[in-house]
């Protein structure tokens, strides 16, 4: 049978997932609750709780996400804040962190042509430095 939450705990989560605890104190949602701020902690270490907790947060806010994610690009523009621009990319999936690389290798490499491929690429960029010095 699937974990079920309790109407104490189903309460609690409400309180918690509200900005700032909707201005409460923990002791005073765990008293809202009919429990003691000791058990309000337990509950949070349980893995059931803290995923219900999370969803509850999630389904309160997806309104604002869009606010959010304009906001990360805004800060990361105006500060040069690079770990908002990465998590502002990340978000919208244009920056992963899963990179995948597919090969397809005839069997024919030419190691030779890469060899002088390469040695071209590295003349270019010689050329290139010595000319904007």
């Keep these: ?68 994610v304009d906001s990360l690009s805004t800060i990361a523009i105006r500060d040069g804040n690079a770990a908002m621009a990465k998590l502002a990319l990340q978000i919208s999936g244009l920056l992963t962190d899963k990179i995948e690389v597919e090969t397809k290798d005839s069997g024919g490499t030419d190691v030779e042509a890469l060899r002088q491929r390469i040695e071209a690429l590295k003349q270019r960029k010689d050329n290139e430095s010595e000319s904007s010095e």
């Design 1 to 68: 049978m699937a974990k079920q939450l309790t109407s104490e705990q189903t309460l609690a989560i409400e309180w918690l997932a509200k900005p700032r605890k909707g201005g409460k104190t923990y002791e005073e949602i765990a008293k809202l609750c009919g429990v003691t701020a000791r058990t309000l902690e337990n509950w949070r270490k349980d893995a059931f709780f803290d995923a219900e907790f999370k969803r509850a947060v999630i389904r309160d806010n997806s309104a604002k996400l869009p606010e959010l």
